[in-house]
């Protein structure tokens, strides 16, 4: 991310809480079934964003996965803002 000029130095990963779910406006998912996983949590329908392109997981990759990985969800988040 710093190579893009974003500093992610404190974000830390974290689990999805049920007060996430209910105040969050929009959720999207990696994967289809992380949305499967929310909706079973008791997400609403209406929150998760399903139109996902498949988008790997780079845990445990090089460098140039984790460059992929970042460039996919930008242009994810681009065609969301875009709606």
């Given at each position: 991310?710093?190579?893009?000029?974003?500093?992610?130095?404190?974000?830390?990963?974290?689990?999805?809480?049920q007060r996430m779910?209910?105040?969050?406006?929009?959720?999207?998912?990696?994967?289809?079934?992380?949305?499967?996983?929310?909706?079973?949590?008791?997400?609403?329908?209406?929150?998760?964003?399903?139109?996902?392109?498949?988008?790997?997981?780079?845990?445990?990759?090089?460098?140039?996965?984790?460059?992929?990985?970042?460039?996919?969800?930008?242009?994810?988040?681009?065609?969301?803002?875009?709606m």
């Amino acid at each position: 991310m710093a190579q893009i000029g974003i500093d992610i130095s404190n974000h830390k990963s974290q689990p999805i809480t049920q007060r996430m779910l209910k105040d969050f406006d929009l959720i999207v998912p990696m994967t289809t079934n992380h949305a499967l996983l929310l909706l079973q949590m008791g997400c609403d329908e209406g929150k998760v964003y399903r139109d996902l392109p498949s988008i790997g997981d780079p845990f445990g990759g090089s460098l140039e996965k984790y460059c992929i990985c970042r460039d996919e969800i930008i242009k994810l988040c681009e065609k969301i803002a875009e709606m």
